[in-house]
């Protein structure tokens, strides 16, 4: 069965650069989540779309944005990046009739130097 | 805001039991339960929904207690591929609900 598609998987940059992560949900589904999750953490949520529309907002700085295109896919774009970005980052998806099941993706794992 | 989880860890032989805690000090309208390997997805395991109702997989079982907000994981006869972070995910039942984790109880499973 399809799963969650995040790339690139592996991300290195350098303070103050941007970073774009994308993510490519399970066919059907219409809502998409974005976590966070530092090392040893537990994952944090960033926000999420359902449809194409920011549905939910978390613990997202200023400096991160995204969004959900016509063909589902989502995209996190992050600025300015500091060192305190560095994590793991999630997709995950559900899809509305499916009791907020929410299916993750393999992750990128950002690392800010 | 988040779950708490007990115990942050625990150490099990092969077939050996164990119970993994979830409690919230909000109102829940369901418990996702996952396993996450070292640097890998968290995989989704079972939802519990309010109703008290007690669910399984293989040997893994869950139980959600409306009345206490509280869920509780089961693993019997545990199994060396069991090893991981088991995290709770609580719905508070907000449109298209953002799970909050607690902060995980990491497993191991020795032979």
């Known amino acids: 069965a399809a799963g969650v598609i995040q790339s690139p998987r592996h991300l290195i940059k350098e303070k103050r650069e941007t970073a774009t992560l994308k993510c490519y949900p399970i066919p059907r589904h219409d809502t998409v989540y974005w976590y966070q999750q530092g090392p040893g953490q537990d994952p944090q949520f960033l926000i999420s779309?359902?449809?194409?529309?920011?549905?939910d907002k978390g613990s997202i700085p200023d400096r991160f944005s995204a969004q959900q295109f016509s063909d589902y896919h989502s995209e996190l774009n992050m600025s300015s990046l500091e060192l305190g970005d560095s994590a793991l980052y999630f997709c995950?998806?559900?899809?509305?009739?499916?009791?907020?099941?929410?299916?993750f993706g393999a992750g990128t794992r950002l690392s800010v130097l | 805001q988040q779950p708490v989880q007990s115990p942050q860890a625990v150490i099990l032989r092969e077939g050996e039991d164990a119970v993994i805690n979830c409690s919230s000090s909000?109102?829940?309208?369901?418990v996702h339960w996952y396993r996450q390997k070292h640097g890998e997805a968290p995989v989704f395991l079972m939802i519990?929904?309010?109703?008290?109702e007690q669910k399984g997989h293989d040997k893994i079982s869950a139980s959600f207690n409306e009345k206490k907000q509280q869920s509780s994981l089961y693993l019997t006869a545990s199994q060396l591929s069991y090893s991981g972070t088991y995290f709770c995910?609580?719905?508070?039942?907000?449109?298209?609900?953002?799970?909050?984790f607690g902060r995980g109880t990491q497993l191991t499973v020795w032979p």
């Open positions: 779309f359902y449809e194409k529309m920011q549905s």
């Open positions: 519990l929904l309010k109703g008290g």
């Open positions: 909000k109102a829940l309208y369901s």
């Open positions: 995910g609580a719905d508070r039942g907000s449109t298209l609900g953002r799970l909050y």
């Open positions: 995950a998806s559900s899809h509305m009739d499916g009791g907020n099941i929410q299916y």
